[in-house]
Antibody
Framework: QVQLVQSGSELKKPGASVKVSCKAS????????INWLRQAPGQGLEWMGW????????GYAQGFTGRFVFSLDTSVSTAYLQISSLKAEDTAVYYC?????????????????WGQGALVTVSS | EIVLTQSPATLSLSPGERATLSCRAS??????LAWYQRKPGQAPRLLIY???NRATGIPARFSGSGSATDFTLTISSLEPEDSAVYYC????????FGGGTKVEIK
């Protein structure tokens, strides 16, 4: 079955960097885009952007350019989110999610399978 | 940015009752709207896509309707396991989510 398994919780100091992984299994990794979303404490879900797992081309939502980088290692079916120059407001649970597919159609902006989430806490 | 406003914030109903959840968009999203269910400690589950299409494996008691700026998720006969927070999401212009409606089963 399809699974997305994310790396564990991280505690980082302001200014540091963090890299969250998302390992996919149960399907051909390069067939579906991976999206990244986050939910800060007490806040709603925010879409951060996506990465084309076939070409490696990323797309970033407004507010997630510069310090946020999406990458892949297709040899191990894994997507990565790296955040640099961490700030306290980056404290959130970060999710990867695979797009929805039904009856031959890819719905790239709807999310069917999600990782379990990775809590990133930024605190001095 | 398209803002999605969900109402009510909380809905408290008994098993077997009908639940009606609303999602209003700040501008037209056409039919590019989805609904998700989220239970504590779990990732969201896609229920409805493109306003009215049930996702694979979703029970028939869940239905979606609406277009442009006004959308509704209906749970025709509540089951105890439907206790969750429900979110709407649009993909017309980038991707944004509503703030959620909590459904409590009495």
């Amino acid at each position: 079955q399809v699974q997305l398994v994310q790396s564990g919780s991280e505690l980082k100091k302001p200014g540091a960097s963090v890299k969250v992984s998302c390992k996919a299994s149960g399907y051909t990794f390069t067939t579906f885009a991976i999206n990244w979303l986050r939910q800060a404490p007490g806040q709603g879900l925010e879409w951060m952007g996506w990465i084309n797992t076939n070409t490696g081309n990323p797309g970033y939502a407004q507010g997630f350019t510069g310090r946020f980088v999406f990458s892949l290692d297709t040899s191990v079916s894994t997507a990565y989110l790296q955040i640099s120059s961490l700030k306290a407001e980056d404290t959130a649970v970060y999710y990867c999610a695979r797009t929805y597919y039904e009856s031959g159609t890819y719905y790239n902006e709807y999310f069917q399978y999600w990782g379990q989430g990775a809590l990133v806490t930024v605190s001095s | 940015e398209i803002v999605l406003t969900q109402s009510p914030a909380t809905l408290s109903l008994s098993p077997g009752e009908r639940a009606t959840l609303s999602c209003r968009a700040s501008q037209s999203v056409g039919s590019y709207l989805a609904w998700y269910q989220r239970k504590p400690g779990q990732a969201p589950r896609l229920l409805i896509y493109d306003a009215s299409n049930r996702a694979t494996g979703i029970p028939a008691r869940f239905s979606g309707s609406g277009s442009a700026t006004d959308f509704t998720l209906t749970i025709s006969s509540l089951e105890p396991e439907d206790s969750a927070v429900y979110y709407c999401q649009q993909r017309r212009d980038w991707i944004t989510f509503g703030g959620g409606t909590k459904v409590e089963i009495k």
